[in-house]
């Protein structure tokens, strides 16, 4: 029988949650190890100057290797065999190896790092629908997983979202691809967006019990939705600010966001990351919110006490969420409807002296925005990346232009997943 198995030694992380290996001289990216590690592996596909293989035998293993209480390929849980701290390093570790391999950036402050708990810390998840069963797919297939052992979802959303399912009338619920479920920081509040292959029918009951009594609301929508449909209740949520990190925020200060809207979901973390941008604010300086998404940092900073804050979004369902939520600050926020490569086209003067916040995502930047931030001369951006690489290729220009690095600052806001935010300063050197 032909062993079909390598022994490698695995150099460095990757993004993506694999370990960088070689045999005879290709790179191999290697799934389920730990850099320093010796192992055995099982080639899985090959591509163009790259292999990648999956690790089936441990031969001298890391001090920082535990045994997974969980099953990793549910729930993206690509470190789970990893102790936290090293997962903590591996991340600082993929950050570091983009900046310097893809934006050719040297001499950078340390990164931090933030860390979060890794049970109940998501407050918001995307899980897909066959029939009445919704779950996670596991990893590389469309199969089917529960979610509940990954622990990852805060209490009550899995049956939220299970519940509901079971009292749409079948035809519905035949069409639904996948459910969002949201729960606010504070817990008090839960809502639903249902995700359709087909429009809903225009005329019959929704229901055939009643609707789900443990949620604000419930909304429903093709993917492309630009306006989805009530079900049931309101499926809007209302976040305290004082929850999310602003302090001095007043009581009733408060933040409105559509289930279907796009939200940051470790309820653990949010309230650290809403204070670091908010930090990094310099004083008297307008801010200029670009992917504003429904305002958390743009709001957040208006709530803070900031005098001009313009924020910019393009999915119409966080800009509705975003003009109502600029409302109750008067000529102190604008909100702006429309995608940020059109403003930065536009309005480009708006940029210069100001401090930008950008949280893109995963794609970054377009050459549009970067070129108007760099020519814009800002006093400040705080740059809130999803991506490493393309935050490298995004910081490679905006430092060309004359910013200058000051912080760089990993939230863990995926732990145990391949999932790497980072949070970047940079500041216009005069």
């Known amino acids: 029988m032909v062993d079909d198995t390598f022994v490698l030694t695995l150099e460095k992380p990757v993004a993506g949650g694999r370990s960088l290996a070689r045999l005879d001289g290709r790179v191999v990216l290697v799934s389920g190890g730990i850099p320093g590690e010796r192992v055995r592996v099982a080639m899985e596909r090959s591509g163009k100057g790259v292999a990648f293989a999956r690790v089936v035998d441990v031969e001298e293993a890391s001090p920082d290797r535990v045994v997974p209480s969980l099953d990793p390929q549910c729930g993206g849980l690509a470190f789970a065999h990893v102790a936290y701290d090293r997962q903590l390093a591996l991340k600082r570790a993929?950050?570091?190896?983009?900046?310097?391999?893809?934006?050719?950036?040297?001499?950078?402050?340390?990164?931090?790092?933030?860390?979060s708990p890794s049970?109940?810390?998501?407050?918001?998840?995307?899980?897909?629908?066959?029939?009445?069963?919704?779950?996670?797919?596991?990893?590389?297939?469309?199969?089917?997983?529960?979610?509940?052992?990954?622990?990852?979802?805060?209490?009550?959303?899995?049956?939220?979202a299970?519940?509901?399912?079971?009292?749409?009338?079948?035809?519905?619920?035949?069409?639904?691809?996948?459910?969002?479920?949201?729960?606010?920081?504070?817990?008090?509040?839960?809502?639903?967006?249902?995700?359709?292959?087909?429009?809903?029918?225009?005329?019959?009951?929704?229901?055939v019990a009643q609707p789900p009594p443990d949620c604000t609301g419930v909304s429903a929508g093709l993917v492309s939705s630009r306006h989805p449909t009530v079900l049931h209740g309101y499926p809007w949520l209302r976040e305290s600010l004082q929850a999310l990190g602003v302090s001095g925020a007043s009581d009733d200060a408060g933040l409105l966001r559509h289930a279907a809207a796009?939200?940051?979901?470790?309820?653990?973390?949010?309230?650290?990351?809403?204070?670091?941008?908010?930090?990094a604010v310099p004083a008297?300086?307008?801010?200029?919110?670009?992917?504003?998404?429904?305002?958390?940092?743009?709001?957040?900073?208006?709530?803070?006490?900031?005098a001009s804050v313009t924020a910019v979004e393009g999915d119409a369902v966080s800009a509705e969420d975003l003009v109502a939520n600029a409302l109750p600050y008067g000529g102190r926020v604008r909100a702006v409807r429309g995608d940020v490569e059109t403003f930065a086209?536009?309005?480009?003067?708006?940029?210069?002296?100001?401090?930008?916040?950008?949280?893109?995502?995963?794609?970054?930047?377009?050459?549009?925005?970067?070129?108007?931030?760099?020519?814009?001369?800002?006093?400040?951006?705080?740059?809130?990346?999803?991506?490493?690489?393309?935050?490298?290729?995004?910081?490679?220009?905006?430092?060309?232009?004359?910013?200058?690095?000051?912080?760089?600052?990993?939230?863990?806001?995926?732990?145990?997943?391949a999932h790497v935010e980072t949070v970047v300063t940079l500041t216009h050197e005069a």
């Open 94 to 115: 993929i950050v570091e190896d983009a900046l310097g391999r893809i934006g050719r950036l040297r001499g950078l402050p340390a990164i931090d790092a933030v860390g």
């Open 119 to 160: 049970r109940e810390w998501r407050l918001r998840a995307r899980l897909h629908a066959h029939g009445a069963h919704v779950g996670f797919y596991r990893e590389g297939t469309h199969s089917l997983c529960d979610p509940a052992p990954s622990g990852q979802l805060a209490a009550g959303l899995i049956a939220l």
């Open 162 to 207: 299970q519940d509901t399912m079971t009292r749409l009338r079948p035809e519905l619920s035949r069409a639904v691809e996948a459910v969002v479920v949201s729960q606010t920081v504070r817990g008090d509040q839960q809502a639903m967006h249902l995700e359709l292959s087909r429009p809903l029918p225009r005329h019959g009951e929704v229901w």
């Open 262 to 279: 796009f939200f940051q979901g470790n309820r653990s973390l949010l309230p650290r990351l809403v204070a670091h941008v908010l930090a």
């Open 284 to 306: 008297d300086t307008p801010v200029v919110d670009l992917y504003a998404g429904v305002g958390l940092f743009g709001i957040a900073a208006a709530a803070a006490g900031v």
């Open 345 to 417: 086209g536009e309005e480009a003067a708006r940029l210069a002296n100001a401090c930008v916040i950008l949280d893109p995502p995963r794609t970054g930047l377009s050459p549009v925005v970067s070129a108007a931030i760099a020519a814009a001369s800002p006093r400040r951006v705080i740059y809130v990346s999803c991506d490493p690489a393309t935050l490298a290729r995004d910081l490679q220009v905006l430092t060309a232009a004359g910013l200058r690095v000051d912080t760089l600052t990993v939230f863990d806001l995926f732990p145990l997943t």
